[in-house]
């Protein structure tokens, strides 16, 4: 048997699967072909929590710069010591982005990723035991319209990425204006109630479609280990024209 029959044999017998990394295949290749197509330079990381989308973005090749946004005292620390030797990463001071200017108490979760401003709801908890909150932190609330044009520049192809736990909508209301210029965005699209409050993934996507945007593809997020339903997907949109 050749080499690559034994290896892809054993790596079977462990559990796991050897496959091409391809587009149809791979989320995070398909995001890099996107991100390519429409030359994409900048990217708004909203909700970095320690910078796991950033990491993940240098993994596969992206090379542009990087602004990340993340209110929990823990993981901007964390952060901070990711995106320390990157110098086309930048982190932003700690702050929660949204609708408004001011304070806002944001909830943190067990597994940390779950932390929303808004209350999670039992169907969060019942898919992921470590999702629950563990205490509070009264943070800064700034809006991406009001801090983000600073990491801008006149030839800027920038696409945003929210990450925020149900607080999307008020996200992309404190963002009217940033939102006109760019090229992509990328959020998450809860298909089932997780937070109390949130917009769910048919007026999200009516939304961004309104803005001017094109559904460019859908990526598996969380599901429910239970029973098979997936709760969210992440969603990635473009800006054709």
Known sequence: MPVKGIAKRIINLSGFNLTR?????????????????FDVDLIFDVGANAGQYALEMRSIGYKGKIVSFEPLTDAHS??????????????????AIGDKEGKVEINSSQNSVSSS????????????????????????????????????KPNSRYYIKIDTQGFESQVLD??????????????????????????LWRDLID???????????????????ENGRTLQTDGIFFREA
Do not use: C
Not at 78 to 95: F, I, M
Not at 132 to 137: F, R
């Open 21 to 37: 990394i391809a587009a149809n295949s791979n989320s995070s290749y398909q995001r890099m072909i996107a991100l390519n197509h």
């Open 78 to 95: 964390r952060l901070l010591g990711n995106a320390s030797k990157d110098r086309l990463w930048d982190v932003h001071e700690r702050t």
């Open 117 to 152: 401003i808004l209350h999670m709801l039992e169907s969060h908890k019942e898919a992921a035991s470590t999702s629950g909150y563990i205490g509070k932190e009264t943070v800064d609330l700034n809006t991406l319209d009001s801090i983000g044009r600073k990491y801008i």
């Open 174 to 199: 404190g963002a009217k204006d940033i939102l006109r210029d760019a090229v992509g965005v990328q959020l998450e699209l809860s298909l089932a109630p997780l937070y109390e409050g949130q917009t």
């Open 207 to 225: 939304r961004l479609e309104r803005e001017g945007f094109t559904l460019w593809a859908l990526q598996q997020g969380f599901t429910n280990k």
